[in-house]
Every structure is written in C-alpha cells, then in structure tokens.
C-alpha cells in the first residue's frame, strides 16, 4: 500500500487564502445549507430532544414486553450502517480527503451520514475543518478547554458545551470558507440540500419495516422507535463524545498541539474514530487505529474497498513522521 504524510493534503493548511477570499462566508450561506439558521436551530432541537424522547417512549414498551429481536437487529443494523455514514464518508472521506473513491460509492456513504441526522453534510465538514484549525482554542467550535473557567462548575460547563451545547452556538455560524471544495462540486451539492429527505429515510426504513414483518402498526411504532430514535440517540452521543470524552480522558500517543486523547471504549463504539490524539496527529490518514490492536472498523472496511478497486489515493502517515511525533512521556 502506497503511505505518505497528511501534508498534502489538508485544505485548510494548503490554501490559507480560503478565509479572506470567501470572507465570512455568510453571503453563501444560504445556498450552501438546505435550512435557513432558524430552521438550523429548530433541527438541532429536535435532534438533542426527540431521540431521549424516543428512548423513553421505547423503554416504556419494553417494560410492557412490546419488544422483538426484529427491533434490536433493526437497531444494531443501522447504527452501525449510519454511524460508518459519518465515520467514513462524513469525517474521513469528505472532511480530510483520506482515500477517494467512485462517485456511486461517495453518495452512498453521504445518504448513511445523512440518515445519522447529524447535520447536513457541507454543514457538518465546514465545522470539523474548523475543529482541526482551531483545536482547543478560542474558536474551537465544541473544545471542553478553550476558554473554560476554573472550578469544578467551569470544567462541568465546557465538557457540556464540548458534548452538546456546541451545537446551539454553532448552528448560526458562517463557517463555509472551509469548504470550497464541497460547495464546487454539484453533486456533493444535491445530496446535501436532500438532507432532510436522508433523515426521513432513517427513521420511515425501520418503521416499514417494522410494519411490514409484523403486518401490524405496533410493529411499525416499534420499528420507528428503535430503529429509528433509539439508534439516533445512541449514535449522536458516541459522536458527540468524540468532541467531549476524547478530549479529557485517555492517552496521547503523540504530539497533536491540543488535549485529543486515545479511548479505546469510543475507539469501539465510533468504529474508529475514538483513537482521536492518533487522528488529530495525522488528521487525513485513512487508519485512526495506527497499533494492531486498535480496532478500527472504519479503516478495516475503506482497506477492504481499496483491496477490490473501489478506493483509491489512500493516505496512511509514514513510521518516519510517526516516530518523529511521538510523545517521550504521557
């Protein structure tokens, strides 16, 4: 496998004209994302307050015993078909440009990320680019350390703003000078401005479903809820644990210039994306889990794409720069 370094790669070190020559962004904001800001904080809403309401709603049936293995495959089933959506298109094809592939392949990938009704795709790249910009910084749009006041209550408030808060601040914010690259490319375009319909499929999919092997509406509620809002709910939390966990508790391999750690229960539950002090050392390399035993389900599948032709361009940090960043002491 060919291995070079993240350096030629990272748009936002590459072209540092992105900033001045769209401004702030704001005069594209409206074509850039298929919801208006008001709209954008109504969703976000609805995303942090609908799914608990899910889980509640699911669990009162459990205890009713209105509960079937049909619903827990349906829920495992998209979780793990959703959360590699972000994973591997959202985050590590989109955002950093880790590995290409063909069109049909990218699409997919970006209707998965959809359906995990975590933010339109532009939305969701341009905020993550300025993550890595910014990390645990100022602008750092969800650092649990930027900024944070002293005491036990300032550290509760940045984790809490690092895990969901963020999203409220944030949603308003023209960040649309990151992505220059998404926002010329109109298929990319298509997909994004169609995410409310990929959020709709997420949750009709397993109410279908649901519906149609029971041939009941219980069946199809059922379906709805867990594999619907319960997996959201599951989903959204690992994600946004990324942002918060990862950033207090662990280890750092690396010399990465922010507090991103190592956690192997989210290197498990986000299919990779918890080996996070690795990834913000190497932000565009396709592998996070960079040691043998660091489950990367992510990698282990893009490897497998570009094994049969369907990725190519794969991009893995050389042992030279591993070594040469590598922390003395943890």
């Given at each position: 496998?060919?291995?070079?370094?993240?350096?030629?790669?990272?748009?936002?070190?590459?072209?540092?004209?992105?900033?001045?020559?769209?401004?702030?962004?704001?005069?594209?904001?409206?074509?850039?994302?298929?919801?208006?800001?008001?709209?954008?904080?109504?969703?976000?809403?609805?995303?942090?307050?609908?799914?608990?309401?899910?889980?509640?709603?699911?669990?009162?049936?459990?205890?009713?015993?209105?509960?079937?293995?049909?619903?827990l495959v349906m829920m495992i089933v998209l979780y793990i078909a959703t959360g590699l959506g972000i994973t591997i298109g959202y985050h590590r094809m989109f955002t950093h440009k880790a590995f290409a592939a063909p069109k049909p392949i990218g699409i997919f990938f970006m209707i998965l990320g959809g359906m995990a009704a975590q933010g339109p795709l532009v939305w969701w790249v341009a905020t993550h680019r300025k993550h890595?910009?910014?990390?645990?910084?100022?602008?750092?749009?969800?650092?649990?350390?930027?900024?944070?006041?002293?005491?036990?209550?300032?550290?509760?408030?940045?984790?809490?703003?690092?895990?969901?808060?963020?999203?409220?601040?944030?949603?308003?914010?023209?960040?649309?000078?990151?992505?220059?690259?998404?926002?010329?490319?109109?298929t990319i375009m298509r997909i994004n401005n169609l995410f409310p319909v990929w959020v709709g499929l997420g949750l009709l999919i397993p109410a279908v479903i649901g519906g149609l092997v029971t041939m009941t509406w219980t069946g199809a509620a059922l379906g709805f809820l867990w594999g619907g809002l319960v997996r959201m709910f599951l989903l959204h939390h690992a994600t946004w644990s990324i942002n918060s966990v990862?950033?207090?508790?662990?280890?750092?391999?690396?010399?990465?210039?922010?507090?991103?750690?190592?956690?192997?229960?989210?290197?498990?539950?986000?299919?990779?994306?918890?080996?996070?002090?690795?990834?913000?050392?190497?932000?565009?390399?396709?592998?996070?889990?960079?040691?043998?035993?660091?489950?990367?389900?992510?990698?282990?599948?893009?490897r497998s794409l570009q094994i049969v032709g369907l990725a190519s361009k794969v991009r893995l940090p050389t042992k030279e720069r591993m070594d040469a960043r590598r922390r003395i002491a943890v």
């Open positions: 496998m060919q291995s070079t370094t993240e350096e030629n790669v990272m748009v936002l070190d590459e072209d540092s004209a992105i900033e001045t020559e769209l401004n702030d962004g704001s005069e594209i904001l409206d074509e850039a994302s298929p919801l208006s800001k008001g709209q954008m904080h109504l969703a976000m809403l609805a995303a942090v307050a609908l799914p608990p309401l899910g889980l509640l709603a699911a669990m009162y049936f459990l205890w009713g015993g209105l509960f079937s293995s049909l619903n890595h910009h910014h990390s645990d910084q100022e602008h750092d749009p969800h650092s649990p350390h930027a900024s944070r006041k002293p005491g036990v209550v300032g550290w509760i408030v940045g984790f809490a703003h690092s895990h969901i808060g963020w999203l409220f601040s944030s949603t308003g914010d023209s960040n649309y000078r990151y992505v220059p690259d998404l926002l010329a490319d109109a990862c950033h207090v508790w662990g280890w750092r391999d690396y010399r990465s210039g922010d507090e991103s750690r190592n956690n192997p229960v989210m290197g498990i539950l986000s299919f990779g994306e918890g080996w996070h002090n690795n990834h913000h050392a190497f932000p565009s390399s396709a592998r996070h889990g960079l040691k043998w035993w660091q489950l990367d389900v992510s990698w282990i599948i893009i």
